[in-house]
């Protein structure tokens, strides 16, 4: 980007403005989600915002309740070793 200096008024080529993009890989954001199973504790855990998950999801075209869906069939089907809270073990 080129600005203008405020002291001479010649154009100064300045790079860098502005805040960095966190860079999260979605792969971290995925299993973020599957060990906390809410978005806010995600978040925190990761130092983003909950929208960036949002984000992150939409741009990669799953839904939260898609992600959250696919880890319950997981204890369902017995692939994970524990069940998730909530769900009843029979015999």
């Known amino acids: 980007m080129i ?7 010649q154009p100064v080529p300045v790079n860098g403005l502005g805040r960095k993009p ?4 979605l792969k971290n954001v995925l299993e973020s989600l599957q060990t906390h199973r809410d978005v806010t504790a995600a978040a ?13 999801l939409k741009k990669n075209g799953l839904k ?3 992600v959250i869906k696919d880890i319950k069939c ?4 017995g692939i994970a070793a524990t069940p998730a ?5 029979s015999g």
């Open 3 to 9: 600005i203008q200096c405020p002291y001479c008024g």
């Open 22 to 25: 966190l860079n999260i890989p």
């Open 44 to 56: 925190r855990e990761l130092g983003c915002s909950p929208s960036y998950i949002f984000s992150a």
């Open 64 to 66: 939260l309740n898609e």
């Open 74 to 77: 997981l204890f369902c089907t």
């Open 85 to 89: 809270k909530g769900i009843l073990q």
